[in-house]
């Protein structure tokens, strides 16, 4: 249930629902209604997966749900382990590769 998660996720971060809240600047009215298993307004739970750095999906389900295939995810988790200085030439070069596998190389248009 959304209010479960929720508080669990707060307590990971040493925090509580109500002190999230207020660091965001929402009132903790509904509270008592999330409890009852109402979901809080698109907005407020945007707002709650930023600060929580969580998906909404998560939050409202449990579970995070992806249209990534596995090797896409692959590709993501070791882009997200690479150092921050070397992000931009793994970026660039993989620009490279994809353009010059489908033939568009920027290299290649001089000659056509």
């Known amino acids: 249930m959304f209010y ?31 409890k009852k298993g109402q979901l809080p ?3 407020i739970l945007v707002k709650i997966a930023d600060y929580l750095d969580t998906s909404i999906d998560y939050i409202i389900f449990g579970e995070y749900k992806s249209n990534l ?12 382990s690479t150092p921050d200085k070397a992000k931009y030439k793994v970026v660039c070069d993989f620009e490279d590769i ?12 001089n000659s056509e």
């Open 4 to 34: 479960e998660r929720l508080h669990q996720l707060c307590k990971e971060r040493n925090s509580t629902i109500s002190a999230m809240l207020k660091e965001l600047g929402l009132s903790t009215g509904s509270t008592g209604n999330w």
């Open 41 to 43: 307004k698109g907005d």
């Open 69 to 80: 295939t596995d090797e896409e995810k692959h590709l993501l988790e070791l882009y997200r």
């Open 98 to 109: 994809v353009h010059t596998e489908i033939g568009k190389n920027p290299a290649n248009k």
